[in-house]
């Protein structure tokens, strides 16, 4: 044989073994009803069920598998969207929005078998606080809701690839910003505003603040309260009790 036909006859090999490849991967993704599932993703996903002995759960939009925890003295196993250990950082509202749009996808785990290993953490505006465990659930709720709840709005009707340009981010940031402005406007005088942290922004964003220190026209702007109508045709009393 020749070597150009042993050549030939080589591509022809490989172009057959990664087309194989390709239709499993295919396979998978339409079984299990993921968007996008890389093979990095694939093998996560197969570890984590044979640990949990039983299939895990893929959340952000199909794209991110399950952490996975058993409940004390109980076969019941917990399926999550953070570590169980999670502690937000602590950034100011720029690096925060990185996190709110691109995760933590170099973040690494102990495996059982004690290896370090790569199991991303989703885009923080795919979180659902019930599927957090309690210190993350509030701190979540707290701290990084009420200020990019906001600023989301930029992105809301978006479809956002898993690899953004720091150029997109930043201009994703930059009409949430001006999302904000038009709620607090009145902090943006305030010379030192981008070295607040997160957790500062959404207390300062909340109704009460606004009141308390915005401007006309960040009062005005205010959403109207929810619910309170009917809350006070039900109950008075429930109603005060209930605000916020």
Known sequence: MSAEKMEEVLQTFQSNIL??????????RNGLGFEALTSQTAHLLNDLADEANEAVPVYGQGKYPAFVYAVEDSDTKKFWHVPSSFIFPKVNCYKGWKFWILGMPNHQEIAPDG??????IMPFRFFDPKLMPKSA???????WL???????RAVADCEIEPKLSSHDVDQMFAEGTDILKTR???YFENNKHHLWTVSTWSKKVSASFIKKCG???DKLALPPPKNNLHLRERSPARHRNGER
């Not at 087309?19 to 998978?28: Q, Y």
């Not at 290896?115 to 991303?120: F, I, W």
């Not at 659930?137 to 701290?143: L, P």
């Not at 009420?146 to 989301?152: E, G, H, T, Y």
């Open 115 to 120: 290896t370090e290993r790569a199991h991303p």
């Open 19 to 28: 087309a194989g490849v390709d239709e499993r991967l295919e396979t998978i």
């Open 215 to 217: 401007n006309e026209q």
């Open 137 to 143: 659930k509030s701190a979540f709720q707290i701290n």
């Open 184 to 186: 607090a406007s009145y």
């Open 146 to 152: 009420p200020i990019f709840s906001i600023m989301d």
